[in-house]
């Protein structure tokens, strides 16, 4: 007979594996792009940190206290760029920039967030990588 897992114990057990976690933060930040939804980022981002051993052993990784980590992890507030580097560094990742898929420019694109203007190329798209080095 097949043994029932809660969401959060899959989740721990499929995020374990750094390159699936990278990719699930990958998913999550695009989400986050097109929907603005700090919230369910930071979710995910709390999700993998515990399937990587918790804030504690990610406090000690960036020298970022455990209560700041846990504060800005449960805001509704987007982490500074510099906490959110920090962050995606010590789980194994690394953010960037990589053009969207080519748009009609005559088109205004807007975010939740970002109003954008038409444009002649599509903008940058930030994604989250395993670090190569």
């Known amino acids: 007979m097949r043994k029932l897992r ?4 899959f989740l721990r057990e499929r995020l374990a594996d750094r390159g699936k976690a990278i990719s699930y933060l990958d998913v999550s930040l695009e989400e986050y792009q097109i929907d603005g939804d700090t919230p369910f980022f930071l979710k995910g981002l709390r999700n993998v940190i515990e399937a990587q051993g918790g804030v504690g052993i990610l406090a000690k990784q960036t020298q970022i206290e455990a209560e700041v980590l846990l504060e800005v992890l449960s805001s509704k507030e987007a982490p500074r760029l510099d906490m959110l580097i920090n962050i995606i560094t010590a789980l194994g990742g690394q953010l960037s920039i990589v053009p969207l898929e ?7 694109v807007t975010t939740k967030n970002y109003p954008v203007a038409p444009r002649e190329a599509a903008p940058p798209r930030v994604e989250v990588t395993t670090e190569s080095r």
Do not use: K, N
């Open 6 to 9: 809660t969401l959060q114990e």
């Open 102 to 108: 080519a748009v009609d420019p005559s088109v205004e």
